[in-house]
């Protein structure tokens, strides 16, 4: 059974950082890419970034509002994907999700999410 | 760069069909998945590539496309069909590779 475990959500101030993981079970990790979505309280969906598996070069994509200070990497060999999020805003905000990519563009398994709250 | 615009809000008596429609122009290149989400819940995906269900969600669940326009439509729809529905594709048209998600669609049963 396919399993993504998200941890590392909390309480956080502007301008500091966290790191979020991403624990994958129930598949052979390293063959595929993983992605990050949020969802602000309240709101819809905003994809943040990916990171395509080794074969692919194990290069990232992220959206535009994150670029240059959010960072995805990946440890295949613990089956884990990470967010690291730095200099963060309130309107980080926002539930993040860990989503596997099937190499036909598409999110076939989703964890349950970590909410991340960025206040004073 | 691409949007993708949905209607915010539909209804639809039990055990009618409904149609959410999704457009942008990413939708000219790349097929739509679409995604279920219930209150306090992850999306889960119920409809991608051309029109395939991953197992598991019943077959009153179905995807088409044309042109720049993407559409799921639920017939018969169930109780538990009540939800929002996101679609999502990949979009090139930009610098840079990314993912681009609907501005969501909220499913009334009545």
């Known amino acids: 059974e396919v399993q993504l475990v998200e941890s590392g959500g909390g309480l956080v101030q502007p301008g500091r950082s966290l790191r979020l993981s991403c624990t994958a079970s129930?598949?052979?990790?390293?063959?595929?890419?993983m992605s990050w979505v949020r969802q602000a309280p309240g709101k819809g969906l905003e994809w943040v970034g990916f990171i395509r598996s080794k074969a692919y070069g194990g290069t990232t994509e992220y959206a535009a509002s994150v670029k240059g200070r959010f960072t995805i990497s990946r440890d295949d060999s613990k089956s884990i994907a990470y967010l690291q999020m730095n200099s963060l805003k309130t309107e980080d905000t926002a539930v993040y999700y860990c989503?596997?990519?099937?190499?036909?563009?598409?999110?076939?398994?989703w964890g349950q999410g970590t909410l991340v709250t960025v206040s004073s | 760069s691409s949007e993708l615009t949905q209607d915010p809000a539909v209804s639809v008596a039990l055990g009618q069909t409904v149609r959410i429609t999704c457009q942008g122009d990413s939708l000219r290149s790349y097929y739509a998945s679409w995604y279920q989400q219930k209150p306090g819940q992850a999306p889960v995906l119920v409809i991608y590539?051309?029109?395939n269900r991953p197992s598991g969600i019943p077959d009153r669940f179905s995807g088409s496309s044309s042109g720049n326009t993407a559409s799921l439509t639920i017939t018969g729809a169930q109780a538990e069909d009540e939800a929002d529905y996101y679609c999502?594709?990949?979009?090139?048209?930009?610098?840079?590779?990314?993912?681009?998600f609907g501005t969501g669609t909220k499913v009334t049963v009545l």
């Open positions: 129930g598949f052979t990790f390293g063959d595929y890419a």
């Open positions: 590539g051309k029109n």
């Open positions: 999502n594709s990949r979009d090139s048209s930009g610098n840079h590779l990314r993912y681009v």
């Open positions: 989503t596997r990519e099937s190499t036909l563009y598409y999110f076939d398994y």
